[in-house]
T-cell receptor, first 112, second 114 residues
Framework: GENVEQHPSTLSVQEGDSAVIKCTYSDSASNYFPWYKQELGKGPQLIIDIRSNVGEKKDQRIAVTLNKTAKHFSLHITETQPEDSAVYFCAASGAAGNKLTFGGGTRVLVKP | DAGVIQSPRHEVTEMGQEVTLRCKPISGHDYLFWYRQTMMRGLELLIYFNNNVPIDDSGMPEDRFSAKMPNASFSTLKIQPSEPRDSAVYFC????????????FGPGTRLTVT
């Protein structure tokens, strides 16, 4: 089955700096790669996703890049703000319909 | 729409007791997922349904866990008997088949087994 590795597990950045989280996946058939943000006491919420026919996608201060050859994808947050502090999860979905395999999560702390 | 609804939000029970967690997916969604989240194991998929039919239960840890979806608007996850190692946050999520695979998560049920 699919295996998703996520790094780093914790990330501390100064407000205004950029944050980068990286994930690798094992199943070359995976074709959908979402990123979820989880705030304290809440369920994960989708913030951005990318499909295998696209190399990069951007939405305001967040962007995701995908390298299918190397089987890795990354989340980039620019101009970080305190409200970006949360746990971020990457995930991958392959041929098995809507099933997602999640990475281990990255706890991001943005220091004012 | 109110989103995915889970109940109870918190459950404290003693080892050996039966626990039932409940989920109401977003109306019209045809996929429903049950996840367990712990510090040690992260976010694990336990089981998922499509059109009320269980598709993959390979993540269910053992026979003490069972899940049902009697209709499109309700699902339960039952643990009998419960053990302290079952303590975790359990999430339900739903999605709509088609181009987008976005899963919408509920607020979770925090289970503590003493």
């Amino acid at each position: 089955g699919e295996n998703v590795e996520q790094h780093p597990s914790t990330l501390s950045v100064q407000e205004g700096d950029s944050a980068v989280i990286k994930c690798t996946y094992s199943d070359s058939a995976s074709n959908y790669f979402p990123w979820y943000k989880q705030e304290l006491g809440k369920g994960p919420q989708l913030i951005i996703d990318i499909r295998s026919n696209v190399g990069e996608k951007k939405d305001q201060r967040i962007a995701v890049t995908l390298n299918k050859t190397a089987k890795h994808f990354s989340l980039h947050i620019t101009e970080t703000q305190p409200e970006d502090s949360a746990v971020y999860f990457c995930a991958a979905s392959g041929a098995a319909g809507n099933k997602l395999t999640f990475g281990g999560g990255t706890r991001v702390l943005v220091k004012p | 729409d109110a989103g995915v609804i889970q109940s109870p939000r918190h459950e404290v029970t003693e080892m050996g007791q039966e626990v039932t967690l409940r989920c109401k997916p977003i109306s019209g969604h045809d996929y429903l997922f049950w996840y367990r989240q712990t510090m040690m194991r992260g976010l694990e998929l336990l089981i998922y349904f499509n059109n009320n039919v269980p598709i993959d239960d390979s993540g269910m840890p053992e026979d003490r866990f069972s899940a049902k979806m009697p209709n499109a608007s309700f699902s339960t996850l039952k643990i009998q008997p419960s053990e302290p190692r079952d303590s975790a946050v359990y999430f339900c999520a739903s999605s709509l088949s088609g181009e987008s695979y976005e899963q919408y998560f509920g607020p979770g049920t925090r289970l503590t087994v003493t």
